[in-house]
């Protein structure tokens, strides 16, 4: 699968899915959850020939545009991303299939404008990153999955300096994830209303029949102290990375940054550069 490929895709991600994600927490406080830990809701950040800025397609692999919006405090957002089928039937979805997994960055503006979420997760072409290192998911089902190995992390290269950007983060300690997830998002596509920064998923769906798939951002994990108050800058290398960690060390990912030749077999590394 290309980059090509994924423009045949809808796009949405899950918002509020990792705790002490700082996100939009204070745009949030009216949605209201069944469960104290469950996510707050569902976003999309491209519909194909959507009459709108979500027509645009914004996933790249190599760059982040900031289109002069620098001064709107963009941030990294490290993710799992699922590349899933899914059944669409009598105007609901029915079923999500995930296919493969990948690291993902939902780029996204913190100005709070009280605007709908969307409206800051897609400013234009070559605003999201995805590794085009797809890992295939051999099931969902929490006991048997290969993701229980995986760890997502985060970094910002500034000035030939490496920094931390968000914190290391076990795939398996998402918020929701696995079955538990796919229940949970399969609801929210045919029930969420349109609420504070979440809007109503249906009318997006209207054309889901002539989608490839979906790809859909499982949410963000914590940013550390640098990632909580540094937005990016142009020069910025950004690196995400999603690598099972029992077969790879941190000083693994930290050599490879660093240039080292070493083979990581079972990672999805995303490297962009913030223009």
Request: a negative charge.
């Amino acid at each position: 699968m290309i980059l090509e490929d994924l423009k045949d895709y809808l796009g949405f991600a899950v918002a509020g899915n990792f705790a002490n994600h700082l996100g939009e927490a204070d745009e949030f406080s009216v949605i209201k959850t069944e469960e104290k830990n469950a996510p707050k809701g569902i976003f999309p950040f491209y519909i194909k020939d959507y009459e709108s800025f979500l027509g645009t397609y914004p996933i790249c692999d190599d760059t982040i545009l900031t289109h002069g919006k620098e001064d709107q405090n963009l941030q990294i957002e490290a993710e799992v991303a699922l590349i899933c089928d899914f059944i669409y039937e009598n105007e609901k979805v029915v079923d999500i299939i995930p296919k493969y997994f990948s690291a993902f960055n939902d780029c996204s503006i913190r100005v709070n404008d009280g605007k709908k979420l969307s409206t800051k997760k897609n400013w234009g072409t070559k605003t999201k990153g995805i590794s085009q290192e797809l890992i295939q998911i051999n099931s969902f089902d929490e006991k048997d999955s290969i993701l229980n190995k995986f760890h997502i992390a985060s970094f910002i290269k500034r000035d030939g300096i490496v920094y931390d950007y968000g914190t290391i983060s076990a795939v398996k300690s998402y918020s929701y994830f696995f079955n538990q997830l796919k229940t949970w998002m399969i609801d929210k596509f045919n029930t969420q209303e349109d609420c504070g920064p979440l809007e109503e998923l249906k009318p997006f769906l209207k054309n889901a029949n002539k989608a490839k798939g979906m790809l859909i951002a499982a949410g963000a994990t914590a940013y550390t102290e640098f990632g909580k108050h540094n937005y990016l800058k142009k020069g910025d290398e950004i690196f995400v990375y999603v690598y099972n960690a029992h077969i790879h060390s941190f000083q693994d990912i930290i050599n490879d940054m660093s240039g080292v030749d070493l083979y990581l077999g079972q990672c999805s590394k995303l490297h962009q550069i913030v223009e």
